[in-house]
């Protein structure tokens, strides 16, 4: 019976989620810096991620992955379908997934650690949510730029030339991700008090 209102509030929990990051997601793919659309959901992913599991998170990701799909691929899809589908769905699946797998590991420490007087989890479940916030844009961020190695070189060679750049990995980190990734990286960091907060209410109920 536990375990079925687990469930219950695990599937309630996810589907709330979800539409937070279609939300969030539409929203953010009318802002952008540089050629890209910046990723608000990455917060929302971190939470579900640490809240219900890496496969939640990679849930979450590939749900994120699908409306960047949908609403910022153009480009890409014009120069290479089959590559565009597999980066696109690879990076943001992949940053759920591996956020919830950074903070469970931190989490057992801190469960392992924990104040035996207070009753309190140590420090290192709070640092878990810092690396988390942080893995995530990292890894999609990360993911993104493999795939363009692979699917994409040549055009992306041509972009940069286009705008000014003599080196095509100077073009890449700094013209073509650089704004967005630090964006990214920035708001999950200030926001990361929140993420602690929102988690433990999450556990909470």
Known sequence: ???????????????????????????GSQIHFGPFSISLVLIPIVVGAALF???????????????????????FMNINAV????TVLIKGTAAGFVAGLIYNVFRK?????????????????????VMAAIICPIVNTGLFLLGCVLFFLPTI?????????????????????????LVELLINLILSPIIVQLI??????
């Open 53 to 75: 599991g890496p496969l939640a998170g990679a849930w979450l990701g590939l749900v994120f992955s699908v409306i960047v799909l949908i609403m910022d691929s153009a480009a």
């Open 1 to 27: 019976m536990k375990n079925s209102s687990f469930s219950v509030r695990k599937l309630a929990g996810l589907a709330i989620l979800t539409a937070i990051v279609v939300v969030l997601q539409l929203v």
């Open 83 to 86: 590559g565009t589908v597999l």
């Open 157 to 181: 060679r041509e972009w940069g030339v286009g705008s000014g750049y003599t080196n095509v990995v100077s073009y890449m980190f700094l013209g073509l991700v650089g704004g967005n990734f």
């Open 200 to 205: 433990r209410l999450g556990r909470r109920n």
């Open 109 to 129: 420490w801190a469960m392992i650690f924990k104040n035996v007087e207070t009753g309190k989890e140590s420090w290192s479940i709070n640092f878990g949510v």
